[in-house]
């Protein structure tokens, strides 16, 4: 299993950005351990929804709609880094971010596809 954790929360002002990373260990290195990973979110009273993935090879990645043209998923697989670069800062996009990986090519818009869950790292857009 991959083990994940989050860094780079914290409080900004609306319109603002930010720039969350997350680091996997484990079973990062072994040649059969290709995993696409992905971005999701949960704010407080509302279910954990799917904010961006990412492809094994970086070669293709996806994102709700309503962080399009505003966030940028990426990943260094030299350094097992994921990153999500978020741009014009909404109060709505207040929430704990979590990363996923699964094993295997594809990422997936759905959380039961991911097999390892980072604890989350706070992102607070104040108005």
């Known amino acids: 299993q991959v083990q994940l954790v989050e860094s780079g929360g914290g409080l900004v002002q609306a319109g603002g950005s930010l720039r969350v990373s997350c680091a996997a260990s484990g079973r990062t290195s072994s040649p059969y351990a290709t995993y696409a990973m992905a971005w999701f979110r949960q704010a407080p009273g509302k279910e954990r929804e799917f904010v961006a993935g990412?492809?094994?090879?970086?070669?293709?990645?996806g994102y709700a709609d309503s962080v399009k043209g505003r966030f940028t998923i990426s990943r260094d697989r030299a350094k097992n880094t994921l990153y999500l670069q978020m741009n014009s800062l909404k109060p709505e996009d207040t929430a704990l971010y979590y990363c996923a990986a699964r094993y295997g090519s594809n990422w997936y818009g759905s959380g039961d596809k991911y097999d390892s869950w980072g604890q989350g790292t706070q992102v607070t857009v104040s108005s």
């Open positions: 990412i492809s094994w090879s970086g070669s293709f990645t």
